[in-house]
């Protein structure tokens, strides 16, 4: 795991500290049975390959607040989180494949009786073959850690790795979870403008900021939440607590000529980098009511940016 978390195409998105004492902190209670959280290794051909966790939002209220701001969150939903480490997988379909047998047992499989974690048949319609071990069973495997030995549930792609399908990063594309972001971003782009319902998202909460590419000099339009301030849009360079700052950060920091697209309105402006006393009282204030981004702060060394996007 410390090995995965050091590797470049990982620790652009999952932020954990790799050195064994943190994996210790952050993973032990699940491992012991002490949290909610249920954690698998993703093996392929038998060797482990990722990792995936998944833990219901129900306990987790400040996460719950941070995804109601795009997302409707219902009573029972959960959240996944998964990473592909061995560079020598990557765009072949693991993330995918983890991904449809985990949902599988989360929702589609039955638990088995008196078992610490599930151990379920993957019979789920959506699951596809080569997420299933030969035994059509979830696996039991030793995984050995610095001061002590436990196990970790696991689930095989064993059966071959099937040719590049969406998952991890295929043809330049940025994908998560099975998803294209920039297809996510387009359709959400394209729904805002349109005027109607944004899915699954508060479009109220919505706004698109459009930067000039620091290296292209084209157009990038991002949407993203935001804050109100007297009226007036802050928004905010978290990057869910990434070590390096957005894109479209960075963008604004070298052309600061940005254009705001608002529900109900839209206009040019010069992005205000915020600092000083202005900055601690936005940031107290942002904090207060969303409290995921002292989460993100504690996780890198960088200090989050707040920019204000006044008319111009």
């Known amino acids: 795991m410390s090995a995965w978390l050091a590797a470049p195409h990982v620790a652009r998105w999952w932020a954990d500290d790799g050195h064994p004492d943190a994996l210790e902190r952050q993973y ?147 994908e998560s979870g099975g998803m294209d972001l920039r297809e996510i971003n387009r359709r959400v782009i394209e729904q805002f403008r349109s005027g109607g319902e944004v899915d699954g998202m ?6 698109l900021l459009t930067t000039t590419g620091r290296s292209s000099g084209k157009p990038r339009t991002t949407p993203m939440m935001f804050h109100r301030d007297a009226g007036v849009p802050i928004v905010i360079a978290s990057n869910t607590g990434a070590r390096r700052h957005p894109h479209w950060y960075r963008n604004l920091e070298v052309t600061p000529s940005v254009r705001v697209e608002l529900p109900d309105e839209t206009y040019e402006c010069e992005a205000e980098i915020l600092d000083g006393a202005e900055y601690d009282r936005l940031w107290a204030e942002i904090t207060a009511a969303y409290p995921f981004f002292l989460e993100h702060q504690a996780k890198v060394e960088r200090r989050i940016p707040l920019v204000r996007l006044r008319r111009s």
């Not at 765009?91 to 499989?109: K, M, N, P, T, Y």
């Open 28 to 174: 032990g209670p699940a491992l012991d049975g002490r949290d909610q959280a249920r954690l698998r290794l993703v093996l392929a051909d038998d060797a482990p390959v990722g990792f995936l966790q998944w833990y219901p939002l129900d306990g987790e209220p400040d996460y719950t607040r941070e995804l109601e701001t795009v997302l409707p969150v219902e009573p029972g939903d959960a959240s996944l989180d998964y990473l592909v480490g061995e560079p020598a997988v990557l765009g072949r379909g693991v993330g995918s494949s983890a991904i449809r047998a985990a949902c599988a047992e989360v929702w589609d499989s039955p638990t088995c009786t008196g078992s610490s974690s599930p151990c379920t048949r993957t019979t789920s319609p959506h699951a596809a073959p080569c997420c299933v071990p030969a035994s059509e069973r979830w696996q039991r495997a030793s995984s050995s850690r610095t001061t002590r030995s436990t196990t970790v549930g696991t689930f095989s792609t064993s059966c071959g790795i099937p040719a590049p399908d969406r998952g991890d990063k295929v043809g330049g594309r940025e």
């Open 202 to 207: 508060h479009r109220e909460r919505l706004l």
